[in-house]
C-alpha cells in the first residue's frame, strides 16, 4: 500500500502568499526524503532533500520540515509566484524494499496572479 | 549535457504489439530506473538497474522488460501491450542507489494502448 500520503490534493493560493504542502510518510525507519516538483508535461524536477538526523533545511525559498515524531513532511514556499504552480510530490528511501524512492501521489498547488 | 533523454515522446500501439522505450544519460551515473506515472498516484517503480549489468524488479514489473545496455543506456520493453499500460513512463537516474541522492528524470513517454 502507499505508504506516502498527501493531505491536501490540491492548494490553491494567491501569487505573493507562502504555501504549505504536507506529506504524512508510515515507515519510521526512512532516512531520507525528497521533494519534486513536476509540470505539466515534464517530468519530476528536483527542488530539495532532507535527512532523518535534521528537522529543517531551507533553499531558496524553499523549506522542508521534518517531524519524526509524528511522520510528517512539508515543504514551504515563500513568496509563491505563478511560476510555482505545479505538482508536488514528496518521497522517502522505505528501507527494506527496493533501493530507490516511493512517491506520494502529489498535490496540485495553483497560483492565481 | 542532456541529462536524460527518452524516445518516442509519444506512442500509440494496438493491443498485443510490441515497443521499446530508449532512455539514455550523459552524467555518467551508474543507477537507472524506469517509472509509470498513472492519473491521481505517484511514479511507481517498474525496474531499475544499479548498475551496469545488473537489474532488478520493482514495485510493478509485470509486462515488462528491460535492458542495461551500457552505462548511458536503458530500455523498457513491452512485449505484448495492454490497455493497463497504458500511462506515462519516465526514466531516470543517479549516481548511485537513490537511497540517499536525488533522481534526475527524463521528460517522459506518453503511451497509449487501444
Known amino acids: 500500500g502507499e505508504s506516502v500520503g498527501l493531505h491536501l490534493p490540491t492548494l490553491s493560493v494567491q501569487e505573493g502568499d507562502n504555501s504549505i504542502i504536507n506529506c504524512a510518510y508510515s515507515?519510521?525507519?526512512?532516512?531520507?526524503f525528497i521533494w519534486y516538483k513536476q509540470e505539466s508535461g515534464k517530468g519530476p524536477q528536483f527542488i530539495i532533500d532532507i535527512r532523518s538526523n535534521m528537522d529543517k533545511r531551507q533553499g531558496q525559498r524553499v523549506t522542508v520540515l521534518l517531524n519524526k515524531t509524528v511522520k510528517h513532511l512539508s515543504l514551504q514556499i515563500a513568496a509563491t509566484q505563478p511560476g510555482d504552480s505545479a505538482v508536488y510530490f514528496c518521497?522517502?528511501?522505505?528501507?527494506?524494499?527496493?533501493?530507490?524512492?516511493?512517491f506520494g501521489k502529489g498535490t496540485m498547488l495553483l497560483v492565481s496572479p | 549535457n542532456a541529462g536524460v533523454t527518452q524516445t518516442p515522446k509519444f506512442q500509440v500501439l494496438k493491443t498485443g504489439q510490441s515497443m521499446t522505450l530508449q532512455c539514455a544519460q550523459d552524467?555518467?551515473?551508474?543507477?537507472m530506473y524506469w517509472y509509470r506515472q498513472d492519473p491521481g498516484m505517484g511514479l511507481r517503480l517498474i525496474y531499475y538497474?544499479?548498475?551496469?549489468?545488473?537489474?532488478d524488479k520493482g514495485e510493478v514489473p509485470n509486462g515488462y522488460n528491460v535492458s542495461r545496455l551500457n552505462k548511458r543506456e536503458f530500455s523498457l520493453r513491452l512485449e505484448s501491450a495492454a490497455p493497463s499500460q497504458t500511462s506515462v513512463y519516465f526514466c531516470?537516474?543517479?549516481?548511485?542507489?537513490?537511497?540517499?541522492?536525488?533522481?534526475?528524470f527524463g521528460s517522459g513517454t506518453q503511451l497509449s494502448v487501444l
Open positions: 552524467m555518467n551515473h551508474n543507477s
Open positions: 538497474s544499479a548498475s551496469e549489468g545488473t537489474t
Open positions: 518521497a522517502e528511501n522505505m528501507r527494506g524494499g527496493y533501493s530507490t524512492l516511493t
Open positions: 515507515n519510521s525507519a526512512s532516512d531520507y
Open positions: 531516470a537516474s543517479s549516481w548511485e542507489g537513490a537511497t540517499n541522492e536525488k533522481l534526475f
